[in-house]
């Protein structure tokens, strides 16, 4: 059965930064592209950062680029969102997303909340 | 960036009825559209890729159309259990968008 587990959220200033981890099991990790989506408070979904099976390459909206790094550890089934200088608007559930090629994410985290105020 | 128009914003079917929900995307994404189930409180499930497959273990009632810019997730025979959120995704092109999503309600 696949499992993707989320960690590492929570009430952070804005300014400030949060690394998020994301343990896989059920599968080979190392087949597959990676991606992190949010989803705020009562909206919509949103894309933040994919990786691809090798962690050779990795891409972001604009939204995130330059604040974001999506980084894996293939030996340890890990997934990792390294997040800087956070805003307000990245207040969200962040969920860990395994890719259906690289055009889809087929399994989804429970999700991890992250709050950034002060 | 390309721009997903997703409609109806809500929806409100009776049991046994058919439902379509549309997607529009703002330029080719070729095929590269899924469909997405969200229950209150819950991660998103995966219902159809590649703008017509099914996902494993998804019901045969949920369907998917479509091509160029024009998409449509058909639901045929409400049940109760297909209450919630539905979104589309276009896998075309970086970055990734989302539809705004259709909420879905048994009457």
């Known amino acids: 059965e696949v499992q993707l587990v989320e960690t590492g959220g929570g009430l952070v200033q804005p300014g400030r930064s949060l690394k998020l981890s994301c343990v896989a099991s059920g599968f080979t990790f190392n087949n597959y592209w990676m991606s992190w989506t949010r989803q705020a408070p009562g909206k919509g979904l949103e894309w933040v950062a994919s990786?691809?099976?090798?962690?050779?390459?990795?891409y972001y909206p604009d939204s995130v680029k330059g604040r974001f790094t999506i980084s894996r550890d293939n030996a340890q089934n890990t997934l990792y969102l390294q997040m800087n200088s956070l805003r307000s608007e990245d207040t969200a559930t962040y969920y860990c997303t395994r890719g259906r090629g690289r055009y889809y994410f087929d399994y989804w985290g429970q999700g991890v909340m992250v709050t950034v105020s002060s | 960036d390309i721009q997903m128009t997703q409609s109806p914003a809500s929806l409100s079917a009776s049991l046994g009825e058919t439902i379509s929900i549309e997607c529009r995307a703002s330029?080719?994404?070729?095929?590269?559209l899924a469909w997405y189930q969200q229950k209150s409180g819950k991660s998103p499930q995966l219902l159809i890729y590649?703008?017509?497959r099914l996902q494993d273990g998804v019901p045969s009632r949920f369907s998917g159309s479509g091509s160029g810019t024009q998409y449509s997730l058909k639901i045929s025979g409400m049940q109760p259990e297909d209450e919630g959120d539905y979104f589309c995704?276009?896998?075309?092109?970086?970055?990734?968008?989302f539809g705004a999503g259709t909420k879905l309600e048994l009457k």
């Open positions: 990786i691809t099976n090798s962690g050779g390459s990795t």
């Open positions: 330029e080719d994404i070729y095929s590269n």
């Open positions: 590649a703008a017509n």
């Open positions: 995704l276009q896998g075309s092109k970086f970055p990734y968008t």
